[in-house]
């Protein structure tokens, strides 16, 4: 209901303006009221249309009066000021309640304190104070809550311009040191292989000293200011024209009004604008030379070979993907040229090249040679011509470490080895007869060892079957066991086997006896339950 009743009060407060106004003009044309005035207090003429962007010259109009297209009511609460950044307004001496902990400033929290960490906080301390920060409230209009830029400090962008003038410094700085880098290294070789002339030693001392001119004055001849991509045009940038100043300009090459055509928007001219003159002498012959020449010329088969292959259905556009249609046509090429060299090998194993046969030996083209060789009646040789070893590609009959064999030529054990010292290892030195007789009397050595521990081993193996047959699997047949104390064994056996199944009749000080006797032994063995036994279970 308020809404409601707001609403309506709006409404008829709008309606009393609108009345007024209207009586207000009416009192105005018939004389009763004053005139209105402008902003600058001049008497507005009524018969002047305000919509006007320009009012004629003959109705002294000053400037235009759109004032239904411009807010000339300015809102005083709105404001184009902003932040004052990093601004201080009071420093405590002492900590204040409700203060940041931290540092103690009033317009902040711990939480959003962006002072470093205190070991102690100024809560604590009550020392090092923050100043509290300015804290400003703008309201702002439509235009400027939604202006990006607003609050922006453009001096601030001559840092960037700062920096990229340093990049520039240093990397003309470098070139210009490489550039007097290899012309004094031209220099001293020159100086290292002979005299020079005068004339080259002072060309030479022209050119270095062109090298050291500042580049800032040598290069800012050809300098353009272009505006790019802004309101009026574009930012203001640098456009640097490639021709040298002192050059002549093509279109004053040939003043001849009937010579070639000088195209001044793209400054162009095709044809050659001096034909007759010495080719040596001219540096410039128009723009086609530079256009069935060099990369330009690879450009144009490039293009060709972009549309023949699209034509033939290949999905290849020069403008739309270039970089597709460059490898294609670098791939093309690489097939062409297989194609073409396997052309000509099949041709030449076919038919032969006559450019590349050696030259037959003048034995051959003769017919006679000075060997004699004797045949006899089936065509066989007789005497005279030898038959030769093939021989491998690998080196033969080369001797190392003093050996008189290869390696190789003896086997003995499974083990290759010199068949002159009989050494198993390859690469060893050669120790001739002593060497052989050593490892021969050395083998028979070890032979004299080893029957030697195998006739001890044959006289000490039956004392240890005697004495391993008390504790054996197997009774001997001669043993003898005395049957009362194989009684009293037994007896033993099923007294410690009781207390083992009932452990409180076990005393506390056992005495143990080491020494085993064969009747113990034989006791221990009838007791014992085998496990695998099938009638284990029926033995009392």
Request: charged share 35%; proline share 4%; net charge negative.
């Amino acid at each position: 209901m308020a809404t409601a009743s707001g609403l309506i009060a709006v409404a008829f407060k709008s309606r009393e303006d609108h009345r007024k106004q209207i009586e207000l003009e009416e009192a105005r044309k018939s004389g009763l009221a004053p005139a209105e005035v402008d902003e600058d207090g001049k008497e507005i003429n009524p018969h002047i249309p305000q919509y006007m962007s320009s009012a004629p010259w003959y109705l002294n109009a000053e400037k235009p009066s759109l004032k239904h297209q411009r807010k000339w009511k300015s809102d005083p609460n709105y404001t184009k000021a902003w932040y004052d950044r990093g601004a201080k307004i009071f420093r405590a001496d002492e900590y204040r309640k409700g203060a940041c902990e931290n540092c103690g400033a009033m317009t902040h929290n711990a939480k959003s304190c962006m002072e470093r960490p205190r070991k102690k906080g100024a809560k604590w301390t009550s020392m090092h104070i923050a100043p509290d920060e300015k804290i400003e409230i703008f309201e702002l209009d439509y235009d400027g809550k939604r202006d990006r830029w607003n609050g922006f400090d453009a001096a601030t962008y001559a840092r960037v311009i700062e920096r990229y003038e340093a990049r520039d410094e240093a990397r003309r700085k470098y070139l210009k040191e490489q550039q007097l880098k290899r012309l004094e290294e031209k220099n001293s070789k020159q100086n290292g292989e002979g005299e020079v002339s005068d004339d080259d030693e002072y060309e030479d001392a022209l050119k270095v000293d062109e090298a050291k001119v500042d580049e800032s004055k040598q290069m800012d001849f050809a300098k353009v200011e272009k505006r790019v991509r802004t309101t009026g045009g574009g930012s203001t940038g640098t456009v640097r024209n490639l021709r040298i100043r002192e050059d002549t300009a093509k279109y004053l090459l040939n003043l001849d009004v009937n010579s070639a055509y000088y195209d001044p928007k793209t400054r162009s001219m095709r044809e050659d604008p001096l034909p007759d003159a010495d080719p040596n002498e001219k540096f410039y012959a128009g723009d086609n030379k530079y256009r069935v020449s060099g990369q330009a010329l690879d450009f144009k088969q490039l293009n060709i070979h972009a549309w023949e292959a699209f034509e033939k259905g290949q999905d290849v556009h020069m403008q739309a993907a270039p970089s597709q249609a460059e490898l294609l046509f670098k791939n093309y090429k690489v097939i062409k040229e297989k194609l073409k060299s396997k052309m000509k090998d099949a041709i030449m194993e076919k038919y032969g090249n006559a450019a590349t046969v050696e030259e037959l030996p003048k034995e051959l083209l003769f017919g006679q040679t000075e060997k004699e060789v004797e045949y006899d009646r089936a065509g066989r040789v007789i005497k005279g011509m030898e038959t030769s070893l093939p021989k491998s590609k690998y080196e033969e009959d080369v001797y190392i470490n003093n050996h008189t064999s290869v390696w190789g030529s003896w086997w003995k054990d499974h083990q290759w080895g010199y068949k002159c010292c009989k050494q198993t290892i390859q690469n060893s030195y050669c120790t001739g007869a002593a060497g052989i007789e050593a490892s021969e009397s050395a083998a028979n050595l070890m032979k004299a060892n080893i029957d030697r521990k195998a006739a001890s081993e044959e006289t000490s193996s039956p004392t240890e079957e005697k004495r391993l047959a008390t504790w054996g699997a197997d009774i001997p047949e001669d043993l003898e066991l005395d049957q009362k104390k194989l009684g009293d064994a037994l007896k033993k056996e099923d007294e410690r086997r009781k207390e083992e199944k009932d452990e409180r009749k076990r005393k506390y000080n056992v005495t143990w006896n080491d020494e085993v006797t064969p009747e113990e032994m034989e006791a221990y063995r009838m007791k014992k339950v085998h496990h695998d036994d099938p009638m284990k279970d029926f033995v009392r």
